[in-house]
């Protein structure tokens, strides 16, 4: 179970020409999918069952086939510039209880509208775990700044409202800067412990996980050390 917000919908649109409904601030988006059909078929009935009754408005089927309809899906998250929504993006991932989807919704709005940022939303509401799409236009001086911190407020708010700073993207460079608002200094100290028992010498991206480590192969912008010294190429 997805939902997508008024921003995402017209970008799916734009894509794929679904049929979804226009004018709405957002909708979930159901799916049915498995190893054989006869196990989907049976899925379809009961979702349809569950929706009536919550008394929820009827499903509609979109017009593209489902194949076209995920590769829209999918299209609108990875890459805004194809659908017009923006030139560039973050693409942000953190959890909250499914009980305060809507209210997060409310307030990732309120953050956007505070750092003069939009902000697109498509994420599983089934687990909670969002992926707000930060757009803005890196040919603006001080936009990426701005992008940046609209991301970092939303993160601030899972765990504000009891959830995590990431469901499935991890944390790295990007986020263990947020570790201590979701765990105690003993708990990152178990944490340490438990990685030294495994690289004694921290050789595996040292610094790059923990708020108070140094990660001297690792930045977030730019060319890797490595690179600059000319010892590795992308190329």
Known sequence: ?????ETAIRAAEAAVDAGYPQGAQGGPHRRAGGPRREEVAAE????????????????????????????????????????????????????VPRRRLGEALRRIEAIGDAHGIKVAN????????????????????????????????????????????????GVGMEKRAFLPGMF?????????????????QEIANRGKMFPDGEAPSLQL??????????VISRE
Do not use: W
């Not at 001086?141 to 601030?156: H, N, S, V, Y």
């Not at 105690?184 to 004694?200: E, H, I, T, Y």
């Not at 912008?221 to 000319?230: K, T």
């Open 1 to 5: 179970m997805e939902i997508m917000d």
């Open 44 to 95: 379809i009935p009961l979702l349809d069952a569950i929706i009536a009754k919550a008394a929820l408005p009827p499903c509609r089927s979109p017009r593209a086939p489902p194949s076209a309809c995920a590769s829209g899906l999918t299209a609108k998250a990875h890459s805004p510039p194809l659908t017009g929504l923006s030139p560039d993006f973050i693409v942000q991932d953190g959890v």
């Open 122 to 169: 498509v994420f599983h509401a089934g687990d909670g775990n969002l992926h707000p799409l930060i757009l803005y236009d890196g040919r603006i001086d001080g936009a990426l700044e701005r992008g940046e911190a609209c991301a970092a407020d939303i993160i601030k708010m899972c765990t504000e409202m009891g959830g995590s700073i990431t469901g499935e993207h």
């Open 184 to 200: 105690s200094q003993g708990d990152l100290g178990f944490m340490k412990d438990l990685r030294r028992a495994f690289d004694p």
């Open 221 to 230: 912008y730019g060319l890797h050390p490595l690179e600059e010294a000319g």
